[in-house]
């Protein structure tokens, strides 16, 4: 009798295409943020409509004004949605695993990206926007310490050349959370170690500190 209940699975299922217009219809172009659904869950069988629905979604930007637009949309949303399928219940809204943006302080930004220069040549570069998500700002950020974040390849210098030529980076480099994803140990490892240390020697050798 399904005329008898209120289907979670084609109300969740509304909710999920239209989040999607969240970032292309109502953050301005150019102002970097993510909307992504990784999550729906509902059901334990084909022939039983189940009583919840659980999406889980993951939202990344760089200014808190638009992380809370977000926000604002997604309840505006969700809320709508539940009404216009006659949810008997309004929505449950949980807010978990939340970092802050990493703000890079210039001068020691400045400085360590002159000590990569000088020991990695052109091997160091400067890293475009990101949106990973990246917690450790908050140690700095605690003890008023001024930081800097930096990246390391890890894929063998062939490979990308091949998928560089061929114009497929994106999609034949496995990156953080991919299944495949793999580094290569060395030198990724040696390369680590020896920006470790050159950024340490920029503000611990006497020559640096003058």
């Given at each position: 009798m399904p005329?008898?209940?209120?289907?979670?699975?084609?109300?969740?299922?509304?909710?999920?295409?239209?989040?999607?217009?969240?970032?292309?219809?109502?953050?301005?172009p150019g102002d970097p943020a993510v909307l992504t659904v990784g999550s729906v869950q509902?059901?334990?069988?084909?022939?039983v409509i189940p009583e919840v629905a659980t999406i889980q979604l993951n939202v990344r930007s760089y200014g808190a004004a638009t992380r809370?637009?977000?926000?604002?949309?997604?309840?505006?949303?969700?809320?709508?949605?539940?009404?216009?399928?006659?949810s008997p219940r309004?929505?449950?809204?949980?807010?978990?695993?939340?970092?802050p943006v990493t703000d890079n302080d210039p001068g020691v930004t400045a400085r360590v990206a002159a000590a990569f220069a000088d020991h990695f040549g052109d091997r160091a570069a400067e890293l475009p926007l990101q949106t990973a998500s990246e917690d450790f700002s908050d140690l700095p950020t605690a003890v008023g310490a001024p930081y800097t974040y930096w990246g390391i390849g890890g894929v063998d210098?062939?490979?990308y050349q091949?998928?560089?030529?061929?114009?497929?980076?994106?999609?034949?480099?496995?990156?953080?959370?991919s299944a495949?994803?793999?580094?290569?140990?060395?030198?990724t490892l040696d390369t680590g170690t020896?920006?470790?240390?050159v950024a340490a020697l920029a503000w611990l050798t006497p020559s640096a500190s003058r």
């Open positions: 005329q008898a209940a209120i289907d979670p699975v084609v109300l969740a299922a509304m909710i999920v295409v239209r989040l999607q217009t969240v970032v292309s219809r109502e953050v301005t509902a059901g334990t069988k084909s022939n809370s637009a977000i926000l604002d949309s997604i309840r505006r949303i969700v809320t709508a949605e539940c009404d216009a399928s006659g309004p929505p449950d809204f949980d807010l978990f695993d939340q970092f210098p062939d490979t091949r998928a560089e030529a061929a114009g497929r980076v994106a999609q034949d480099i496995p990156v953080n959370h495949r994803f793999a580094p290569v140990i060395q030198p020896e920006a470790l240390v």
